[in-house]
């Protein structure tokens, strides 16, 4: 009767410090569970954009096709209906224009557009059921990319602080900050988009500095750009 006695007193003392434990380690847990969980989801906003997260063959991420107005070195503009693609080789961004009064025989078919051959790229960002609610035409709203040497990029946020991505998509839900390629402070020049970059621009601005300690870079844009209207 006592040796039972003796076991059901060890097993309640065993059950009481595994409770104990539980209580006594539970924030310190959920603590660094929040923390880890914060950090994957900084890191999914603020990773900066990959030459090779673009290529066409990943199929995940959100790159459509879209019929752009290219213009030409030499005035003259076409109209091309095709992705931004990405040679993650070359690290630079290319359309691709199907001549369609060419056969599918014809090696000229295909034809391989890069920025240096262009001044722009823009494509219509007027909402369908905008054109086709009204009873006139709708003005076209053409979101224009500028071209550089590697990419074309698009202005997506204007304020002292400017932002622009490689990809077509104005700032909304779909809108990834993978494709941010470059940052500019008022008129200066357009520069890369990185941490040490947007930490010279923000100078001392505390709301702006905590959001970079964060790693969240666009958030630092965001902040800045409010507290200097």
Not at 58 to 64: C, F, L, V
Not at 102 to 119: F, G, V
Not at 201 to 220: C, F, H, R, T
Request: with cysteine; aromatic share 12%.
């Amino acid at each position: 009767m006592k040796l039972v006695f003796k076991s059901a007193s060890f097993f309640f003392f065993i059950l009481s410090a595994n409770f104990a434990f539980a209580q006594s380690g539970a924030p310190a847990v959920n603590s660094t569970l929040n923390r880890q969980n914060m950090d994957l989801q900084t890191g999914q906003q603020t990773a900066f954009s990959m030459w090779t997260y673009w290529n066409k063959d990943d199929k995940g991420t959100n790159n459509p096709e879209y019929t752009f107005l290219v213009t030409l070195l030499n005035g003259t503009k076409k109209e091309v209906k095709s992705r931004i693609y990405v040679d993650d080789y070359a690290h630079k961004s290319y359309l691709v224009y199907i001549d369609q009064s060419l056969s599918k025989a014809d090696t000229n078919r295909e034809q391989t557009i890069y920025p240096k051959q262009t001044i722009e790229i823009a494509r219509d960002i007027t909402p369908p059921s905008t054109k086709k609610s009204s009873q006139v035409a709708a003005v076209p709203n053409y979101y224009k990319g500028i071209a550089k040497d590697s990419c074309w990029m698009f202005k997506f946020i204007s304020g002292p602080i400017s932002a622009y991505s490689l990809l077509s998509e104005p700032e909304g839900k779909i809108f990834n900050p993978k494709s941010i390629v470059a940052i500019q402070l008022n008129n200066g020049p357009i520069i890369e988009y990185n941490q040490e970059n947007l930490r010279g621009m923000v100078g001392d601005d505390p709301d702006a500095i905590e959001s970079i300690q964060w790693k969240n870079y666009l958030q630092a844009i965001k902040r800045y750009n409010r507290n200097h209207k």
